[in-house]
């Protein structure tokens, strides 16, 4: 029975495995340029956020949370960047085929995976380095602003 | 109603701006914690080269500093004074780095620099502390 689920994990995973390059780690001035503008977007919007930002092995590099911010968007962004960077992928991406049921259920067995939108990969000349993590609002406002943030590096 | 002041985004760039300067000016590459008076992250910066350990250990002093309302090295001299027992207080790194934001009797929060020899973070810290406290 072990070995079926293991068995089962794994080709989820393989089934998704993705060619996403690691890239080297975010410079802090990077990870700056990326906040800046996950801000700029979060007050755009009125929205109270914690926004973190790690580099390519998951490990944090920046991170702020915005006055009256909830703290526990401390914990929920951290695990939205480390998922994003982990897994080479979008909390969406999760989100999205959990939200199809059936086999793919299994990704909430996945270590780590946060199956929520608002985190995001950064990536730079085709290569993985870093991710951030948006909480505080709903699924898709987080991820709106997360967005945001990866795409000033673009 | 008894009140207490606390730390806004901005007082946090101050903070750490005023600590990144001072490491700078030293070539020193450290991690910079800010947490509020819960012990929870307010903000963060690890500057290029500093180690993810560095950034775990950061949060750890701030911690300490934070809920215990004194520095982290004041925990390590109870260590050092043979108080072996210390070592097992939860939720307390007895590394001197943890630096408590104290103002008026009132702990608001606590900053933790990991990098660089122990004292040094501590001046670290407390530098940053002084650019929003002392003007």
Known sequence: MFRVIVG??????????????????????????????????????????????????????????????????????????????????????????????????????????????????????????????????????????????????? | MKTRPELTLADCERVAAAAVAQAQRNQWVVAIAILDDGGHLLHFVRMDGATPANAAIAVEKARTAALSRRTSGSWEERVKAGRTSMLKMPGILPVQGGVPIMVDGTCIGGVGVSGVQSHEDEQIAQVGIDALLKR
């Open chain 1, 8 to 154: 089962a994990l794994l080709a989820a995973v393989a089934f998704c495995a993705n060619a996403q390059v690691y890239g080297p780690p975010i410079t802090l001035e990077q990870a700056r340029k990326v906040m800046a503008a996950a801000e700029a977007e979060a007050r755009k919007n009125n929205f109270n956020m914690g926004v973190a930002i790690v580099d390519a092995g998951g490990h944090l590099v920046l991170f702020q949370r915005m006055d009256g911010t909830q703290f526990v968007s401390e914990n929920v962004a951290r695990e939205k960047a480390w998922s994003a960077a982990a897994y080479k992928r979008p909390g969406k991406a999760f989100m999205d085929r959990l939200a199809k049921g059936g086999e793919d259920l299994l990704i909430l067995q996945l270590h780590g995976v946060v199956s929520a939108d608002g985190g995001e990969p950064i990536i730079v000349d085709g290569k993985l380095i870093g991710a951030i993590g948006v909480s505080g609002s709903s699924a898709a406002n987080d991820g709106v602003v997360a967005r945001a943030g990866a795409a000033a590096l673009k």
